[in-house]
């Protein structure tokens, strides 16, 4: 075994690797960007190095940089994790120059599957089922809607270069084909710099089976079963579960031997993944599943495999890397029980899915489930990675009680500060259609009502509102209880006024930044606060952060603030359009250049000011210009930071 490693990467992935390689006696060699000095993996490895600015293309993607810190530091081996330089053949053959172990496939192994239309040709020869379609090198586009036109309509046109479900696009009808196949290319050619795509038909019910497998330098291949990830929503994984419903001891020995032959085409080590798309339109069945793509890495939803196979994928990994044989035969790979896993993210379902930076002013996580993170509370969500804050993983011994188990865990985090997805988990862990297993890759954008409601939620904003009046009194040394008979108006500007009959204030506040107003009633038992005519919610919590309360609402955030404590997210535009600093602070990040179109709403920069991070939004569309700042950049409040001009304006 290995005396030490680096590991290449950051969050989550990174904390795990550090785990294992711990627990096999490992010295842990951690690399950060400056965005991460304070980050939870750069603590919990033996050693750390910075390896450059906030930006991945700048720090984590420096292939150059890593190597010279694995030199210098002489880590024996180097773990990718996932994303970042985990699929890149170079990174994986500057490893061998230097001499340091790769933990994860051959370069060839990588490049063989690295294209989409190459990967299908070689499975096709390796007698693996592919969905049928063009994968070809002809890209004149009368040519590939022809080719549409045999395969069959609806079909999906997808780029060879493709991931992340980038540069890919569903036509349902002939005459929509032409502007679908532009809008891929257009798509394909700005995230990976080649446009070139293939058609294939489009999957009915399409259901995502995909399988682990590990083969080792000794010519042997096995699979570990299989994961659904069918609960995507633009087509990310958002749960995933092992084994999948549906699923049958002939059909899984089917899938994982195609799998298993997919490795050995490619001359495969290590871990990987190979993705089938299944139809799912009468459950799953012997020829009805597809190879997609093979992923020549550790996957994010490993943890379900570990869960139902009782073994450490990680360890598997190092093993093999050190050029140990498989541990166990196919015969010997246990299969127990039920695992789910779901991926907790700052993010607004309802506003699509927008990343929701910020600090985690509070962050508790359940017991009874496990839990994989890279935050803790007081970290900060950057714009520069990935917003996931933790994988949650229930296992169980039925399907049922797994889903009952992490729905309940869902219900009893705690996260304040971004925005999160965990309303959308939990409804869809209690969902009837996905309890009863029947689901497919469209379930989320059949229900959009699981995304829940882009309007206020008024109990949680008056609980809001109560805790700043409760505040007020406090600080003014009134007690609320006994406030019934003569109350002091905490916001001087805004009087009271009077319906008839009882005293009636209105509160000018701050919901998410938008101007609202609560109303307080005094009456015999003190006062009363309602917005949009509801009371405050009792099973809600408040925490108070940076002069606002966070109101956590069943899995939903909602930010009351007092009008004149000013906000980070309104009052940094005046008329004419100028953005400026809403406080003191420091320029995290630009999003937009001069020049570029922008929507309302679109966000601008990212300003850190009292280890908050505001996102500087337009307040109407046009055209960016006249940028005075920098990233990094030190602001004064008030400061101006760009002008957005309407279109029109010279
Ligand atoms: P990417 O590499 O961009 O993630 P994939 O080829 O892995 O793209 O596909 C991602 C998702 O798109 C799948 O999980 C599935 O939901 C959907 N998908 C892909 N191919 C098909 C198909 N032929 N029919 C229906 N859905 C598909």
Redesign the pocket.
């Known amino acids: 075994m290995f005396a030490s490693v680096l590991i290449a990467n950051r969050g989550e992935i990174a904390c795990r690797i550090a785990r294992t390689a711990k627990r096999l006696g490992m010295r842990t060699i951690a690399v950060y960007s400056e965005a991460d000095r304070d980050a939870l993996h750069v603590r919990q490895c033996d050693e750390a190095h910075l390896i450059g600015p906030a930006p991945a293309a700048e720090s984590y993607l420096v292939v150059e940089r890593i190597i010279e810190v694995a030199r210098k530091s002489g880590a024996q081996c180097i773990h990718p994790g996932y994303g970042f330089l985990s699929e890149n053949a170079e990174f994986a053959e500057a490893c061998v120059a230097a001499g340091i172990v790769f933990v994860g496939p051959p370069p060839s192994a990588i490049r063989a599957m690295g294209l989409?239309d190459r990967a299908k040709a070689l499975m096709q020869k390796a007698g693996v089922p592919v969905?049928p379609g063009y994968h070809g090198e002809l890209q004149e586009p009368g040519f590939l809607k022809q080719k549409a036109y045999e395969i069959g309509y609806p079909v999906?046109i997808?780029a060879v270069a493709?991931?992340?479900?980038?540069g890919?696009r569903r036509v349902d009808r002939h005459a929509e084909f032409d502007a679908a196949l532009e809008s891929a290319q257009r798509e394909a050619k700005n995230s990976f710099g080649d446009a070139r795509v293939l058609i294939?038909?489009?999957?009915a019910a399409?259901r995502?089976i995909e399988m682990q497998v590990f083969a080792d330098s000794h010519g042997n291949a096995i699979h570990l079963n299989e994961r659904d990830?069918s609960l995507?929503r633009r087509?990310q994984k958002v749960i995933e579960e092992a084994p999948a419903p549906g699923m049958s001891l002939e059909l899984r020995a089917a899938m994982g031997d195609a799998a298993v032959k997919a490795a050995l085409a490619v001359g495969y080590t290590g871990a990987g993944t190979v993705?089938f798309?299944a139809d799912g339109s009468n459950g799953l069945q012997p020829g009805g599943y597809w190879f997609?793509?093979m992923n020549t890495r550790l996957q994010v939803e490993h943890p379900v495999t570990e869960a139902i196979t009782g073994l450490d994928l990680v360890e598997w990994q190092f093993r093999i890397a050190a050029g140990e044989k498989l541990p166990l035969t196919q015969a010997q790979v246990p299969l127990d029980g039920h695992a789910v896993e779901a991926r907790f993210y700052a993010e607004d379902p309802a506003r699509g899915f927008l990343p929701s930076t910020g600090t985690l002013v509070a962050l508790q996580f359940p017991d009874g489930v496990r839990v994989d993170t890279g935050v803790e509370q007081g970290s900060a969500i950057s714009p520069y990675y990935d917003p996931m804050i933790a994988k949650m993983i229930a296992y169980a011994a039925t399907r049922e009680a797994a889903l009952e188990q992490l729905a309940s865990a869902l219900d009893r985090t705690v996260a304040v500060g971004p925005r999160t997805n965990l309303a959308l988990l939990s409804s869809l862990c209690r969902a009837p259609e996905f309890r009863a297993g029947t689901f497919d890759?469209g379930f989320i954008d059949r229900n959009p009502a699981l995304l829940g409601s882009a309007e206020p939620d008024g109990a949680a904003a008056a609980l809001g509102a109560a805790r700043l009046l409760e505040q007020e009194w406090a600080r003014i040394g009134r007690s609320v209880n006994r406030a019934a008979d003569e109350p002091p108006s905490p916001w001087d500007a805004t009087d009271g006024f009077q319906l008839s009959g009882a005293r009636v204030m209105a509160l000018p506040v701050l919901l998410d930044g938008e101007p609202a107003e609560a109303r307080v009633a005094y009456g015999r038992n003190g006062p009363a606060v309602t917005v949009a005519g509801e009371a405050p919610a009792a099973d809600a919590m408040a925490v108070e952060a940076d002069q606002a309360i966070y109101v956590l609402h069943r899995g939903r955030q909602t930010v009351v603030r007092p009008v004149q404590a000013g906000s980070g997210d309104v009052d940094h535009a005046d008329g004419d359009g100028q953005i400026k600093a809403p406080m003191h602070g420091k320029v995290l990040a630009l999003l937009v250049a001069d020049g570029d179109r922008v929507e309302k709403g679109q966000r601008l920069a990212v300003i850190e000011a009292m280890k908050m991070e505001h996102a500087l939004t337009a307040r109407r569309p046009g055209r960016v210009a006249g940028i005075a700042v920098a990233p990094g950049q030190q602001v004064a409040e008030g400061a101006r930071l760009m002008t957005i001009e309407a279109e029109g304006e010279a």
Do not use: A, N, R
């Open positions: 989409k969905v999906l997808k493709g991931g992340g479900g980038k890919m294939e038909k489009y999957v399409p995502h990830c995507q087509h993705e798309i997609m793509e890759t």
